[in-house]
């Protein structure tokens, strides 16, 4: 094919035609050549490649070779207003190709499915990457399983919310609106309820939350029978009403958005507050000066003051019914909260008790002696 803006003479032109009939079938040589006018920008959007004849100001476009490949249809209007459509040459089947399809599948049904295998990756290693790309692009809906659906048709829902347990809110919201099967799994699963504890878990600040608020009560207990637990649509509402709390303490933080109150625990022997735990009512402070403090926390007034330690007191808890607390003086003292008077005294360290934690019954202490003890308190929650 001559390349573009080589000049022709007519006879020339003729010879040049004949030489390449085999590529221009669609082209009459008796004919002399016409003048193909395209329409506006339909060519030229079309085809990325011609060859331009020029003779006697005539121009005639030929397509190249990527026309036949893209199979592309362009319609052209000729000189005299008459319509020509160029139609790309479509591939003939064989009359045998269906009887020897046919015989084909036959015989790969009778093998097994690692010959079927072997068979299969015979014919795509002798394809070209065309091919392979299309195979490709045929397979992928086919690989594409929704086995959160099939898991609980087989009885394996506890397999499915497992798997959904470990999204993040976003992701847990966008898997609630992929079907009615995957918001059931998300409910049924209570898996905004698994997500929130996981929270309380691992992040001290969700932790702390859940004590102020009181929301924790709800958290970390088994479903009971009779159906009196919150539904899942109830931690789903909390989520958000939790970030919300969440990102006003960080923003009070940051921006310094907040009233400050201060509390002069100050005595003549003490000079700091070495622990203390509060709720919406009340502080319980353990100072320096060996005593426990409590107090209002509307008023800031001091109520109530505990006696006993003849140590700095360095660690504390509480709940409705006791406080226990930890001090330099190596003991663990228990106190009733009504009646505020101690109950008992724990030994066991000989060395200050660096901290205590107790839930259900039983209670851990640490100490500088490098011992941890457990004890039955014998006070549950």
């Known amino acids: 094919m001559p390349k573009d803006g080589f000049q022709l003479t007519s006879s020339g032109y003729q010879a040049w ?8 079938e669609d082209c009459n040589n008796d004919e002399p050549p016409r003048k193909i006018i395209p329409e506006k920008n339909s060519l030229r959007q079309t085809y990325n490649s011609c060859a331009r004849l020029c003779l006697n100001q005539e121009t005639v476009c030929l397509a190249s070779t990527a026309m036949k490949t ?15 459509m160029i139609v790309p040459k479509q591939r003939k089947l064989s ?15 009778q093998w097994s ?19 392979h ?28 919310e497992n798997i959904l347990s470990y999204l993040d809110a976003k992701s847990l919201c966008a898997a609630e609106l992929v079907c009615k099967e995957w918001y059931r799994v998300t409910s049924d699963g209570m ?13 001290s600040l969700w932790r702390g939350l859940a004590e102020r ?18 539904p899942n649509s109830f931690y789903r509402a909390l989520y958000p009403k939790i970030i919300q709390d969440i990102e006003t303490i960080e923003s009070n933080w940051r921006c310094g958005r907040h009233s400050l109150q201060r509390i002069h625990c100050r005595s003549e022997t003490s000079k700091g507050v070495y622990c203390l735990q509060y709720d919406d009512q009340k502080i319980v402070s353990g100072l320096r000066d060996n005593t426990i403090k409590i107090w209002d926390k ?84």
Not at 70 to 82: F, H, I, S
Not at 142 to 157: E, K, N, S, Y
Not at 213 to 230: E, H, I, M, S, V
């Open 298 to 381: 509307n008023t800031l007034e001091c109520k109530r003051i505990l006696t006993g330690h003849t140590g700095s007191v360095l660690c504390l808890q509480y709940d409705e019914r006791v406080i226990i607390t930890g001090s330099s003086d190596s003991t663990v003292r228990v106190w009733d909260v009504i009646l505020v008077r101690l109950l008992n005294t724990l030994i066991h360290h000989c060395e200050a008790v660096l901290h205590l934690r107790f839930n259900n019954g039983m209670m851990v202490t640490c100490s500088k002696d490098r011992s941890i003890a457990v004890w039955d308190h014998g006070f549950p929650d």
């Open 17 to 24: 035609l004949k030489q390449n009939s085999s590529e221009r």
């Open 213 to 230: 608020r009181g929301w924790g009560q709800y958290l970390f207990k088994n479903k009971p029978p009779d159906g009196t637990a919150p």
């Open 95 to 109: 009359a045998s190709y269906e009887k020897e399809k046919e015989l084909c599948v036959k015989y790969f049904e």
């Open 113 to 131: 499915e690692s010959d079927q295998v072997e068979f299969v990756e015979h014919l795509i290693s002798q394809m070209c990457h065309y091919q």
């Open 191 to 203: 898996l905004w309820k698994k997500l929130i504890e996981r929270m309380v878990r691992t992040d």
């Open 70 to 84: 893209e199979n592309c249809v362009a319609k052209t209007k000729l000189a005299n207003g008459t319509s020509s």
């Open 133 to 160: 790309g299309h195979i490709n692009s045929y397979l992928k809906p086919m690989l594409q399983r929704d086995f959160i659906t099939a898991l609980p048709a087989r009885g394996l829902d506890h397999i499915a």
